[in-house]
């Protein structure tokens, strides 16, 4: 009697399940797809590869290992990649035409991808912002970081201010790549290992496993972001997110609360500050008189 139960209570089930699948006559060409592409696979290495113009040694068999394993964790951590994807046409015009101004290669946006996932978030260590920056670095190069003001999280400003170590790290080591990997584990901590091991070539550099496996990370989100559908991703242009059309409005003065200024421009507090992270709090005291360039709709009075 228990076993027939038993059986009975699964026939309900798999009867359930069925009557929930969808008419496949309902699905669209692009569901279709991934229905039919949704399996376990290794994904494709490129034939060749560069960064900044730095040809990778792909004929190395641990260069070939290395890269394979970042391919495959990005391809296969759907829900992260996924979300970078979808903000890309939000963030990463932006920055591609900041890191050109500032003379600095392409490549390094998915530098600032692997650092942040174009987020402006913040590590358990205090690194902040699109490029992760510690506070001491971050003023190192110019920015302002205090309890009001954060401009880790300023998409141009943080930018820059990556830009100009990026390009001391280049002069240093003569190689982008180099530059690239100091950016992780920073410049004297890469120059000893340099110096101890007689090498001047990443490829060739045994490095802790984090700064190892940095340079691959930004490689395998260049091939992936560059052809999302050879590793599984096809999302419809209508599901990247919108770029934000904000204009600036200069503020030289002392803001008493950052929730009543926004309401002058039809935001909400939430909404100014997902479009200014680098204001960390409801308040400006700006005794300096300094000027910031606020972000607010561009159809507001």
């Known amino acids: 009697m228990y076993r027939a139960r038993i059986f ?6 798999l009867l359930v399940a069925i009557l929930a699948i969808p008419d496949p006559t309902t699905y669209s060409e692009r569901m279709h797809f991934l229905s039919e ?6 994904v494709p290495l490129p034939v060749s590869l560069d960064l900044a113009g730095e040809s990778v040694p792909l004929t190395q ?8 394993k970042e391919l495959l964790t990005n391809s296969y951590w759907h829900s992260n990649t996924l979300q970078i994807l979808k903000r890309s046409s939000r963030y990463m015009p932006e920055l591609v035409q900041l890191l050109r101004e500032e003379g600095i290669p392409e490549d390094f946006v998915y530098l600032a991808i692997i650092e942040s996932g174009l987020s402006p978030v913040v590590s358990p260590a205090g690194a902040a912002g699109f490029w992760q920056l510690m506070p001491g670095t971050a ?6 970081v205090n309890g009001e003001i954060d401009e880790r999280y300023h998409l141009e400003k943080s930018t820059r201010a990556a830009a100009a170590y990026l390009r001391n790290a280049k ?19 890469l120059q000893r290992q340099m ?24 490689l395998a989100l260049k091939c992936i972001m560059a052809k999302p559908r050879a590793y599984g991703f096809d999302l419809d242009p209508s599901e990247y997110d919108a770029p934000w059309n904000d204009r600036v409005v200069l503020v030289d003065s002392s803001v008493t609360n950052w929730g009543t200024w926004a309401h002058q421009y039809g935001w909400s507090y939430n909404e100014l ?29």
């Not at 009975?8 to 089930?13: D, K, N």
């Not at 003023?139 to 302002?144: I, K, N, R, V």
């Not at 090498?199 to 550099?205: A, G, H």
Request: proline share 2%; charged share 25%; glycine share 6%.
């Open 8 to 13: 009975l209570g699964l026939c309900l089930l």
């Open 37 to 42: 592409h949704n399996h376990t696979r290794l």
């Open 61 to 68: 068999e641990d260069a070939q290992e290395r890269l394979s």
């Open 139 to 144: 003023e190192e190069l110019g920015l302002e």
């Open 171 to 189: 002069e240093r080591f003569g190689s982008w790549t180099l530059a690239a990997a100091s950016y992780n584990m920073g410049m004297a901590g």
């Open 195 to 218: 110096d101890r091991q007689f090498e001047t070539d990443y490829y060739d550099l045994l490095l802790n496993e984090e700064t190892k496996r940095y340079v691959f990370r930004i």
């Open 273 to 301: 500050k997902r479009h200014n992270p680098w204001l960390r709090d409801a308040q400006l005291s700006n005794t300096s008189g300094k000027a910031y360039a606020i972000s607010v709709p561009q159809n507001a009075h």
